[in-house]
């Protein structure tokens, strides 16, 4: 892989000055001609085309676009709709502004289309997979970590049968792993790495951007099976107002508003509420334990946009969360008198995060721009767990320069700049403190090459200087190849470094009796284990055809991650968590097939299937990672009916899962009755979701989940004796709840 990037390397510097002398792009804007009444402004999509040729692109929303000269003609057409084409006669220019006469006024038309609630670009050389707002709204989505449920390529599970924590899995690996941003802003990470999906209220996304293996080294140097980017609701695409209603049979309430407001001609604000509370007791695996935490939690998000006339903008928010969850066994109450004799755990969360990106595009040289993202995060979380207490608090800022521009013509550009990391952690973990402060400057450098719609290049590097670590190298790879117009192939290879965070990335290991053995210098950072460092490739296959006249794609992909060093959650002696670095090898690899069909007007059909192959050494032996399936097949089936003149309409979706067999870590130093098997039974989950649309404005849903009914037994071992020396809680590898009933409205005004 290293060789690869190298010899990929010196081809690309071998291209650099061909192409800068054998560039013949014309780049230029199109805009509507000035009136007496109205002023330019930019016409996004216009159409541009040489005449008698097939050459021809499309304008960008801001009106811009690039196209290559042909020899055979000099006249190019440009059209939009209401507008009058012209063809000018192109004489060498290097940029062209071209100005569209208004055409004859219409009447109102409506257009009625279909579009992929989750797309996969054939153009873009990362691998990427985008779920829309559609995609969203087809299960109960009230936060990011219920959000992939319609999704094949990341999963979701539970860090304990106790506390309802879920976490994700990528690529077979825990979501750590997983580079999570918000608005191109990594955001959670840190003490945020488990909870931090739960932040993130499912009402408030607009879409969400998959893209698989490393990432681009702009985003930082924590990328190693992939990034998630979640594009928020804001002053650009948010309704003028929502609001959005939910509930479900275990006494979750939600109430979910927003607000979008233009100030002035340039600025434009949004402010985002989210309130749950769930205050109903459940216990219907009789093991006398809620089957789901008490909740209560307030969310708030401002955000402000600014868009100059001379190529300054912005972007500027906050946000602020508090979040009580408690849990444990049935009559637990926290704030009860005495002693209490009862197990229960009880986590506190305050949160305070801003950001503000502001960028600046040049006006003679629309190509080139600067641009800068600052964030600071405040978090601090205050839990107890049965007998154990802990106490995180982290204190975080990131600042990010970027540079972009391009080297002759627009197929040749690049990206650099640098960055500053400062994380500051205070934990307890019951009497004894853990602190460190981490600071990481680093310098970036990606080029990227294209060939109009044939290959694509990205090569990238990082630089960064750990003040506990010291030198980190990150290179990154993606490279695309267009077989035909519809097919193309991708290639991703990378290298991804991040820190452990012991604790909090285990806290579900707090919910059981396990003794902690941290196989490192406590006194030290980190508890003196090393930093994480993983390999990443994957070769993916994607191609989009017609499959008896209506659309289809079919995508093939496979990854690996090689650790070069890891640390090690061994669960394989009951009653112990132990905590290493590794000796041995670990790694993780992927297959996944998913084939997309519209069957039939309005009825789509999504099919996939996923092979993972995730091995670790657990002290000296080479063994499957623990609670990992194997395999997992994912069938997800979507109708509508024909709109109505006001445009009502049924939504009818059904998600359906085959879990496979997962290995359970060693029990056998238990008793007898609390040992567990060696391997967990395969399962079927089956979700479901009816929607009435009322009209543009308006819609009610009805839904549930785990149709099937069915939970895990044994979920809790020794669940009768919380504080016995067996009582774990840790080994979860399957649904808890049973079938859950759910219902909500949604209501907006554009």
């Given amino acids: 892989m290293k060789n690869l990037i190298l010899s990929l390397s010196l081809v690309l510097l071998g291209n650099w000055a061909y192409a800068q002398f054998e560039s013949q792009i014309v780049n230029g804007v199109v805009k509507s001609a000035k009136t007496d009444s109205q002023a330019t402004e930019a016409l996004p999509g216009a159409y541009l085309q040489w005449l008698g040729t097939d050459n021809s692109v499309a304008a960008d929303l801001d009106g811009k676009f690039s196209i290559s000269t042909v020899e055979s003609t000099n006249k190019l057409v440009v059209s939009f709709v209401g507008f009058q084409s012209d063809t000018l006669i192109y004489k060498g220019e290097k940029f062209l502004t071209i100005h569209l006469q208004s055409g004859e006024q219409l009447g109102e038309a409506k257009i009625v289309g279909e579009r992929e609630s989750t797309e996969m670009s054939l153009i873009d050389p990362l691998v990427s997979q985008t779920i829309g707002e559609q995609e969203l709204c087809k299960a109960a989505c009230c936060n990011l970590s219920e959000a992939f449920e319609t999704n094949a390529s990341v999963d979701a599970s539970y860090t304990d049968a106790v506390t309802g924590t879920q976490q994700i899995r990528m690529l077979g690996l825990d979501g750590k792993y997983t580079q999570i941003l918000k608005d191109n802003i990594p955001n959670v990470r840190g003490l945020s790495s488990i909870y931090g999906l739960t932040y993130i209220p499912g009402t408030w996304v607009d879409q969400i951007a998959i893209s698989k293996g490393a990432g681009s080294v702009t985003s930082g140097y924590e990328s190693i099976t992939g990034q998630i980017n979640v594009g928020m609701k804001s002053p650009e695409n948010a309704e003028r107002m929502y609001i959005n209603v939910y509930g479900n049979q275990g006494g979750r309430i939600e109430l979910n508003a927003g607000f979008m407001q233009p100030v002035g001609e340039k600025w434009g604000t949004t402010l985002l509420t989210h309130g749950e509370y769930g205050n109903v007791r459940w216990d219907r695996n009789n093991d006398g334990f809620l089957d789901n935490p008490l909740k209560k939690d307030f969310i708030l998000r401002n955000e402000w946009h600014y868009k100059g006339t001379r190529g300054l903008n912005g972007r500027y928010q906050v946000s602020w969360l508090e979040q009580e969850n408690i849990a444990g066994q049935y009559d637990f109450r926290p704030n009860s008198e005495g002693p209490s004799q009862l197990w229960g755990a009880v986590i506190n969360t305050s949160r305070f995060d801003a950001s503000a990106k502001t960028g600046y595009v040049f006006q003679e040289k629309s190509w080139q721009s600067i641009g800068t993202q600052i964030s600071s995060t405040w978090h601090r979380q205050n839990s107890t767990f049965g007998p154990t207490s802990y106490d995180g608090e982290q204190l975080s800022f990131r600042g990010n320069f970027l540079f972009q521009s391009r080297i002759g013509s627009d197929d040749h550009k690049f990206v650099t700049g640098a960055s500053y990391i400062y994380d500051d ?235 496979g067999q997962k290995r359970i870590p060693n029990t056998q130093a238990n008793p007898e009755e609390y040992e567990l098997p060696g391997w967990s039974d395969p399962y079927v989950v089956v979700n479901a979701q009816v929607t009435r649309v009322f009209g543009s404005t308006f819609e009610i849903y009805l839904g549930a989940e785990n149709l099937t009914n069915y939970r895990q037994p044994n979920a809790i071992i020794a669940s009768e004796e919380p504080f016995g020396e067996h009582f774990d809680s840790s080994l979860i590898w399957g649904p808890v709840f049973g079938r859950m009933a759910y219902a909500g409205l949604r209501w907006k005004i554009e």
Wanted: no cysteine; net charge negative; glycine share 6%.
């Fill in 425 to 659: 952690f205070n934990e307890q973990l019951d009497s004894v403190s853990y602190t460190r402060t981490e600071q990481v400057p680093g310098v970036f450098f990606e080029y990227t090459w294209t060939d109009l719609e044939v290959l694509s290049l990205v090569v990238g590097a990082r630089a960064d200087y750990h003040n506990y670590y010291g030198l980190i190298a990150t290179p990154r790879l993606h490279f695309r190849y267009s077989l035909t117009e519809n097919s193309s192939i991708k290639l991703a290879a990378g290298r991804g470094f991040r820190t452990p965070n012991v604790i909090m990335e285990n806290v579900g290991l707090l919910a059981s009796s396990r003794t902690w053995d941290i196989q490192g210098d406590e006194s030290q950072p980190g508890f003196g284990l090393d930093p994480e460092i993983a390999w990443n490739g994957g070769l993916t296959y994607l191609h989009k055809f017609k499959l008896n006249y209506r659309d289809a794609s079919l995508s093939l992909d496979v990854y690996r991650t090689q650790f070069q060093n890891q640390m090690i959650v061994d669960l394989e002696t009951a009653g112990v968590a132990k905590f290493y670095n590794l000796d041995g090898k670990s790694y993780s690899n992927s297959a996944q097939a998913e084939f997309s069909w519209s069957v039939f007007k309005r009825f789509d059909m999504r099919l996939a299937y996923r092979w993972l192959d995730v091995k670790a050494t657990y002290g000296e032996d080479l063994i499957e990672k623990p609670l990992v399936a194997s395999h997992r097949g994912f069938i997800n089936l979507a109708y509508a009916t024909r709109p109505g003149e006001k445009d009502q309409q049924w939504r009818f979706d059904v998600t359906s899962q085959v879990v």
